[in-house]
């Protein structure tokens, strides 16, 4: 099978959120490779070695200290080698203005955190099937919008 | 004489790419590699180009795969993308019976290595496709939504707003106005 894999980052300061998003994605069907960051920089900083095998998708929450997730987002969609990934923010916030802004600014998925592990799971499991399918298919990348 | 060590770690997804790349560079054609393990060519390789990238990959221990279920379930994309492209087959058939007659298999069988292989049903997929094609007939703003409905096989305009916002998240008016305001302002950044 030529996609065996869906390699993952996850850029998160809070460290709790990083353990949930990680024993969720290893309770799904789907095989994934996590890498996990403490913030936008640590994740940036990443993305741009050179010869790094980038990720499928990245995960960003909006507030984190030093380099936020709409940093990353814009840093992301203006770096020639990184603008096509794919990028999910998961964030707390569920105001309308922040999602449309997000989505304007190039984010292909907007995830409000859920507050229940099982919830979490079925979106996390959700936004990676349909990505499965993203990678797999022609399907356009330029019109991907997700909310869940 | 004096004896020393070193120690070494090693990132094998590096390693693996430095090799494709060497070895993919030595053949003189075009190519892609996505991160896993999957090379794109710009064109289809030669029968002699095939052999000889085996036995240079083999020499590293990499294998070509040949699968033949991977081979279906692109024959089953391909087919989903066909039937929903075509205006006519729609009316006609149910699409259980038109995959399962072009394909030649039964379509519990087809369902089985979809879902196998995919992680998710060939009924979704027809979705997720249907709403692709939608969202490209909304962007080109030359038809209604209804017309869209209509174009798409879907029994009401409703029924089609329903699994836009099932399958996005977003009705297909929010849709519309992110991809403009997204269109809009990297016009300004020019």
Known sequence: MPLHTLNIALADDDEDDRTLFKEAMNEIRIKTKLSLFNNGKELMDYLTLPNVILPEIVFLDLNMPIKNGMQCLNEIRNH??????????????????????????????????????????QAIEKVLQINWQYHTSALNKDNFLLRI | MQLMRIYLK????????????????????????????????????????????????????????????????????????????????????????????????????????????????????????????????????????????????????????????KTTGLTPSAFQKIILKRKERALNRK
């Open chain 1, 80 to 121: 020639p080698r990184l603008q096509e990934l794919l990028v999910a923010i998961y964030s707390t916030s569920s105001s309308e203005a922040d999602i449309e802004e997000t989505f304007v600014n190039g984010a292909n998925i907007y995830i409000n955190k859920p507050n229940s592990f099982g919830a979490l799971k």
């Open chain 2, 10 to 165: 090693f990132d094998f997804n590096l390693i693996c790419k430095a090799v494709l790349q060497e070895q993919l560079d030595a053949l003189g054609m075009k190519y892609t590699i996505h991160g896993f393990g999957e090379i794109e060519f710009d064109r289809r390789p030669t029968d002699e180009e095939e052999q000889e990238m085996a036995s240079l990959l083999g020499n590293y221990g990499i294998e070509i795969m040949d699968d033949q279920q991977m081979a279906l379930v692109q024959r089953i994309k391909d087919s989903v993308t066909e039937w929903i492209m075509d205006e006519e087959n729609p009316k006609l058939y149910n699409f259980s019976t038109y995959l399962s007659e072009k394909l030649d298999y039964s379509y519990t069988y087809l369902s089985s290595v979809f879902s196998e292989a995919t992680y998710s049903s060939i009924e979704n997929f027809v979705i997720l496709k249907k709403i692709d094609f939608a969202k490209s007939l909304i962007l080109e703003n030359d038809l209604t939504l209804t017309e869209i409905a209509f174009k798409l096989n879907y029994s009401s305009v409703s029924h089609l707003s329903a699994q836009f916002k």
